[in-house]
């Protein structure tokens, strides 16, 4: 904005404040400025309570995911926290009301941060300077062969991180050669090369080092 331009407008809108001074002219920019900032709080209030409606969908979605519980259940979780808002914060009932925690919305929920987790391992796993794999292969309840893999990696800044790289199901054979193509298949999803692989640690996964296979 103009020098001149602000000087008129000031001169023709506002010439009542010239005869303020001191103290009296500072309580009237203080005044107007708390104004400004309930104008401007009108039009990001919304915005804030919706977006922390969607992160408390996100953050019970993934309590949800963690204790192994039913995508259906999000349901039962917001009738309680409805019941709770009702006695504790009648005022911010709406907000407990509008959180989405249907079965569909959960599972979606639980996607998104699933991909997430694995793009930020991803982008982690570019920065490693070496790492280390450990595999162990094992049999759940329905007596299906599942080979777990653990990544660790370090950066050039000596900052280490290790993750659960993924979980494979082994159906049909569990071969050495099985075995290792889950485990190429899962390298290869971060990009990970075996020039930067330091040691390899295997439980109930013994031919993938073997002298003939793997």
Do not use: W
Request: glycine share 4%.
């Amino acid at each position: 904005m103009k020098k001149a331009n602000v000087e008129r407008h000031y001169s023709s809108k506002h010439a009542k404040l010239s005869d303020l001074g001191g103290q009296m002219r500072l309580d009237k920019i203080n005044a107007l400025r708390r104004c400004l900032e309930s104008q401007q709080a009108s039009f990001t209030r919304p915005r804030c309570d919706r977006d922390n409606v969607i992160q408390t969908s996100y953050a019970l979605s993934d309590l949800i995911a963690k204790k192994l519980k039913p995508h259906i259940e999000g349901e039962f979780v917001k009738e309680c926290i409805v019941k709770a808002a009702e006695l504790l914060a009648p005022d911010k009932l709406q907000l407990f009301q509008s959180v989405s925690l249907s079965r569909r919305t959960v599972s979606d929920r639980i996607t998104d941060l699933a991909q997430d987790i694995h793009k930020t391992l991803k982008d982690s796993a570019r920065d490693f300077q070496f790492f280390s794999v450990a595999c162990d292969e094992t049999t759940d309840i329905t007596n299906t062969a599942q080979l777990a893999i653990f990544v660790r990696g370090i950066t050039a800044e000596f900052d280490t991180r290790e993750e659960l790289l993924s979980l494979e199901a082994m159906h049909g054979t569990t071969t050495g050669e099985d075995l290792f193509e889950s485990l190429v298949s899962s390298m290869n999803k971060l990009e990970l090369t075996f020039e930067k692989l330091s040691g390899l640690t295997t439980d109930g996964a013994p031919a993938m080092v073997g002298s003939q296979k793997g």
